[in-house]
């Protein structure tokens, strides 16, 4: 199926010089002059092999159809994570270098959609956020209301992100896992 570059997300699996490709990162870029492209990061389904191509968002690209199945994330054994089909209870594993940055994301029980090729599992889709304690960031002043200033900070999976400056170590936040950003503070 022929889709548009521009709308390609994580996730997705795409045909590109006669390759399968499982999308892991996407990033459009708007420069000052000319026309806007999208940075894409992907992994060669066969081989592992990670690369990064640029389109025009006018470009199309053909993505494949690949079955997705509701899955449960269960626990990490070496380097492989260890998922359930919610379905028919069937477990199976992933190496963990097959998510990249975003296998930090993953707890206990956590459900997400796998897609697979041919019976074989291919990509790896989060839920869109995650409740994350922040470790580490600079204390808070007094009286310093929201601003659009931030600050950094470190979350207990070790990622870094931007956080106002009102929020303080020890609070958990809703962060994007798309592309790591503070969402809100957690109810």
Not at 34 to 40: L, N, P, R, T
Not at 103 to 122: C, R, S, T
Request: charged residues 20%.
């Amino acid at each position: 199926m022929k889709a548009q570059a521009n709308q390609i997300r994580p996730g997705w699996v795409i045909e590109h010089n006669n390759k399968q490709w499982a999308v892991s990162k996407i990033n459009l870029i708007q420069p000052g002059k000319g026309g806007a492209f999208i940075q894409v990061e992907m992994r060669d389904v066969a081989t592992g092999i990670k690369t990064q191509e640029r389109w025009r968002t006018a470009d199309t690209v053909e993505k494949l159809m690949n079955e997705e199945v509701d899955c449960q994330y269960l626990y990490q054994e070496g380097n492989n994570l260890i998922f359930m089909n919610t379905e028919n209870y069937d477990q199976f594993e992933i190496p963990k270098e097959m998510m990249g940055e975003s296998a930090l994301y993953l707890q206990d029980n956590m459900a997400v959609i796998i897609g697979f090729i041919e019976g074989k599992p291919i990509s790896v889709t989060l839920p869109p956020h995650v409740v994350l304690t922040v470790t580490e960031t600079e204390p808070s002043i007094k009286n310093q209301t929201a601003t659009t200033s931030y600050k950094p900070a470190v979350l207990e999976n070790g990622i870094k992100t931007m956080v106002p400056p009102f929020i303080s170590a020890g609070e958990k936040i809703v962060v994007a896992t798309s592309d790591n950003s503070y969402v809100e503070r957690a109810k």
